[in-house]
């Protein structure tokens, strides 16, 4: 089945640690790839986008990602994380074919631990 | 430039109540898109709307639920006779008229509580 896959429910990293949240996708063709926070009762920021060129992608605050088409992934990286990263992360895509709907994975929660 | 907006940003129900959520785009988006959160679920598509259009509504359920985007005055979200089960926090994107595979600037949400 087309999908978005986080297999990451709960992570919990300590504050200065790096980080790597996995994101997995089942698409025929590569869809446009995004990566969304959100703190508790908030709405969604877009950290990063991907939609062709440079498989190495900066975003805010920062967060980067790395396309890699051979493994259907979107996994998104910190080389050192704060405090206030604690958030869940959503990873998400358009579908070619499905027009301009996002499609979202089920989302990771954050914890940093001081 | 002002965010895209959302109101009420809670909104309490009784079972059977009508539910209206509003949703004012960025300025200069004609494009709007409403997603819903369930409790610890990922965000679900709902529908997508242009000015006084409904381009895709594949994922609004059959009954109950709808949605439109007039000419003028905010998208609307409607949701009549509601139930227990609509409880969930509901969020408008927007996107401009021609954007960039669509990257979507969401609102604050509204979250829906069904008593």
């Known amino acids: 089945a087309q999908s978005v896959t986080q297999p990451d429910i709960h992570i919990t990293v300590s504050e200065g640690a790096s980080l790597e949240l996995r994101c997995n996708y089942s698409y025929g063709a590569t869809p446009y790839l995004f990566w969304y926070v959100q703190s508790p009762g908030q709405g969604l920021q877009l950290l990063l986008k991907?939609?062709?060129?440079?498989?190495l992608v900066q975003g805010i605050k920062g967060f980067e990602a790395e396309f890699k088409r051979s493994q259907s992934s979107f996994n998104l990286r910190k080389p050192s994380v704060h405090w206030s990263d604690a958030a869940e992360y959503f990873c998400a895509v358009v579908p070619m074919e499905y027009g301009n709907k996002l499609v979202f994975g089920a989302g990771t929660i954050l914890r940093v631990k001081s | 430039n002002a965010g895209v907006m959302q109101n009420p940003r809670h909104l309490v129900r009784r079972r059977g109540q009508e539910a209206r959520l509003r949703c004012s785009p960025m300025k200069g988006h004609s494009h709007v898109y409403w997603y819903r959160q369930l409790p610890e679920e990922g965000l679900k598509f709902m529908v997508y709307l242009q000015k006084e259009n409904i381009i895709d509504e594949s994922g609004m359920p059959k009954e109950r639920f709808s949605a439109e985007f007039p000419k003028e005055g905010p998208s609307i979200l409607r949701i009549q006779q509601v139930v227990r089960g609509d409880s969930a926090a509901y969020f408008c994107?927007?996107?401009?008229?021609?954007?960039?595979?669509?990257?979507?600037?969401f609102g604050p949400g509204t979250r829906l509580t069904v008593l």
């Open positions: 994107a927007s996107s401009p008229p021609r954007g960039v595979a669509n990257e979507q600037f």
């Open positions: 991907y939609f062709s060129g440079d498989t």
